[in-house]
């Protein structure tokens, strides 16, 4: 772990026996059967009195930074989401006021962990309809890069797509099938399209090509250069070449895949989901996936 990293890890809002707990119950669900996975024994409170003042000034300065181009270049889903769930500059975001507006609209919920999960406890709560939120923020000394996630990559970056009914049922479809396939080649192929579209994605609208992966959306230098590098290779989507698509993760994306909607994306994960979870016997799984609110 970088020193960075380490900084985070001991903010003061995770740096706590409930946060320790937590850690330890998420490190111990490495390898269990995925029914067994206990996704309440991972989460935190948000403790939002120990953010410091660096924290809003953070947060505030990197929010006012990236608006800046995605008013204009983020997709519509993304800059609607920031608004319902009132992303603002003036503060660090407190999850449960996004969550009062969150739930109501898809069902979903954002909650906070004390750091690393295991990616089957990571599919586990989004086959929920639940996100693992990092609550801590990047220190003022290293704002525009962070090799690990932090509340301005996963709330900023993620949270305002959940708002949207066609992209959370994409989201937890995705995370039923994560979650229970048991074949190597499936979950390596699923890493590559999480990348490619929750990380990395760009999509068509009204014309003009924007953003919506976290990666691009929190990050100024990747934003910028997905959108204006020749050097990046902007592929149309399809879901069998971004599965057998591989990428790196310690520079700029030099291949990007371009939605021509988010219906086509959660289409061609029901697809797919449906012969993953088939193989397991777990198709049923899907019968529980709806937008509808209040279900």
Not at 188 to 194: Q, S, V
Not at 260 to 267: P, V
Not at 268 to 286: F, K, S
């Amino acid at each position: 772990m970088t020193e960075v990293g380490k900084a985070a890890l001991e903010s003061p809002v995770i740096d706590n026996e409930e946060a320790r707990r937590a850690q330890a119950a998420a490190d111990s669900s490495e390898g269990l059967p995925p029914d067994q996975i206990d996704i309440e024994a991972m989460k935190v409170n948000q403790q939002f009195d120990l953010y410091t003042e660096e924290n809003h000034w953070v947060w505030g300065h990197l929010f006012q930074k990236r608006m800046e181009q995605l008013v204009d270049f983020g997709s519509h889903v993304f800059l609607t989401g920031a608004k319902v769930i009132n992303l603002n500059a003036e503060r660090v975001p407190d999850l449960r006021e996004v969550n009062a507006r969150l739930n109501e609209i898809t069902g979903w919920s954002s909650h906070g962990v004390p750091g690393y999960l295991p990616a089957k406890s990571f599919f586990a709560f989004l086959a929920q309809r639940q996100f693992p939120t990092t609550i801590t923020v990047r220190p003022k000394a290293s704002m525009d890069y962070l090799p690990e996630p932090d509340i301005i990559h996963d709330v900023f970056g993620h949270v305002p797509l959940h708002t949207d009914p066609v992209f959370a049922d994409f989201l937890q479809t995705y995370g039923k099938a994560a979650l229970y396939t048991n074949n190597p080649e499936h979950t390596k192929r699923l890493a590559r399209l999480f990348w490619f579209t929750v990380e990395f994605g760009l999509i068509n609208e009204d014309n003009t090509l924007k953003l919506y992966g976290s990666g691009l959306i929190s990050s100024e230098g990747e934003g910028h250069h997905a959108l204006e590098s020749d050097k990046v290779d902007r592929r149309p989507f399809d879901l069998e070449r971004v599965c057998d698509t591989d990428f790196e993760i310690d520079h700029y994306q030099p291949i990007l895949y371009v939605l021509d909607s988010f219906e086509q994306l959660r289409d061609a994960m029901i697809t797919y989901a449906e012969r993953v979870l088939d193989e397991v016997g777990r198709i049923d799984e899907l019968e529980t996936i709806t937008s509808a609110v209040g279900r």
